[in-house]
Each structure stands twice: as C-alpha cells, then as structure tokens.
C-alpha cells in the first residue's frame, strides 16, 4: 500500500505569511493527488485535485505542485480563515491513504 | 446543490453490528462512486471503502476487509456501510463522500460510532 508523508505536522504562521506544506509518496502516484482543508467539527473541503487543480470556489492563493513522489501545497498569503488542518490523498490506487495532516496554527 | 446526509450512528459494544445511511441528493447518485471516511477522536483521516457507480467493484481498507461491507442502492440514492464484529479501534466519525473520478469533491457531515462496552 502506498504511504504518504506529510510535513510539518504542525507549523505556526501569521497572516500574511508565504505556508508550503509537503506531502510525500512512498511510490510514484503521477498526478493523483488531492489536498482538502479541515476545521474543527466540520467536514473536509476540497482544495486542490490532481496534484494542481484548483476546485471552482477556492481562492487562488491556494496552490499545489508536482508529480511522482513528491507534492506541495502552497498558501501564498495566509488569512485568518486558513487557520485549519491541512491533509494530502493519493488516488493512484488503492487503498486510497491520507496523509497524516498538517495543523496550521496562528503565530 | 449536493447534499450527503448520514444516519445510523450511535453506541455498539464490541463484538456489535451496525449500519450506516447516506442519503444523497442534489446530483445524479447513479452516476458516481462514492467512499467512506472516518476520523477517530482527535486524529487523522483514515479511508474506509469505495463503491463504482454501479456497484459493480468495491475496495476496503486492510484494518476493515472482512468485517465492513460497502453497498448501494441507486433506486433510493442511498450508500451504505454494514459494520460488523466492531472493536474499539472503530470508534470514530464517519463520512460519505462523493467521488467525481479518484478524489473527493463533497462530504457529508458525518456520523459518529461510539465502540464501548
């Protein structure tokens, strides 16, 4: 089964600040790839899919990049609303792993 | 718009059976495969299982195969998740997500199962 690092698993930022989160496959996955933004008590939302595709409604300071093993999710300009926990998935195959989250806090 | 409404939480001893409800609306059910997620207290996201379209291929998580069954009903647009020989380590929230090819594009609000004597 395929494993995905996440780092830092947390990570303390202020508004405004330039936030790169990594995620990294234990096995080359292409481009299947998805990032999705978590606040407490509430679902997931979908961010990024195939490893840089932003969903329709998503600001464009969220970005993501690459392929293969190794991925980032880029926040150009941190906002209060971003203050959550961030988790990367692989859906090259299956089981479909999350990674283990990075928790983005206010500095 | 998409709406994924999940039911049949609730408190199971261990060794106890349960089934999860995600009634969709809002898009054409029959169309997409869709996932279970969990999320134990205060961790991470663990995915569950996965379901075509049609039913007609199913993949689970080691830490369920053999003991969770996903299933379908396209005439009621609703997914299922048959939970037996449940163990602590189950105790989590539970989510029905919509897959429009490989990832998640929405997620119900989840339901939570409580595995305790």
């Known amino acids: 089964a395929i494993q995905l690092t996440q780092s830092p698993s947390s990570l303390s930022a202020s508004v405004g600040d330039r936030v790169t989160i990594t995620c990294r496959a234990s096995?080359?996955?292409?481009?299947?790839l998805a990032w999705y933004q978590q606040k407490p008590g509430k679902a997931p939302k979908l961010l990024i899919y195939?490893?840089?595709s932003l969903e329709s409604g998503v600001p464009s300071r969220f970005s993501g990049s690459g392929s293969g093993t190794d991925f980032t999710l880029t926040i150009s300009s941190l906002q209060p609303e971003d203050f959550a926990t961030y988790y990367c998935?692989?859906?090259?195959?299956?089981?479909?792993?999350f990674g283990g989250g990075t928790k983005v806090e206010i500095k | 718009q998409v709406q994924l409404v999940e039911s049949g939480g609730g408190v199971v001893q261990p060794g106890g059976s349960l089934r999860l409800s995600c009634a969709a609306s809002?898009?054409?059910?029959?169309?997409?495969?869709m996932h279970w997620v969990r999320q134990a207290p205060g961790k991470g996201l663990e995915w569950v299982a996965f379901?075509?379209?049609?039913?007609?291929?199913?993949y689970y998580a080691d830490s369920v195969k053999g003991r969770f069954t996903i299933s379908r009903d396209n005439s009621k647009n609703t997914l299922y998740l048959q939970m037996n020989s449940l163990r602590a380590e189950d105790t989590a929230v539970y989510y029905c997500?919509?897959?429009?090819?490989?990832?998640?594009?929405?997620w119900g609000q989840g339901t939570l199962v409580t595995v305790s004597s």
């Open positions: 195939d490893a840089s």
């Open positions: 096995q080359g996955i292409s481009s299947a």
């Open positions: 997500a919509k897959s429009p090819g490989g990832h998640i594009d929405y």
């Open positions: 379901i075509r379209y049609d039913g007609s291929n199913k």
């Open positions: 809002g898009f054409t059910f029959s169309s997409y495969g």
């Open positions: 998935q692989q859906f090259n195959s299956y089981p479909h792993a």
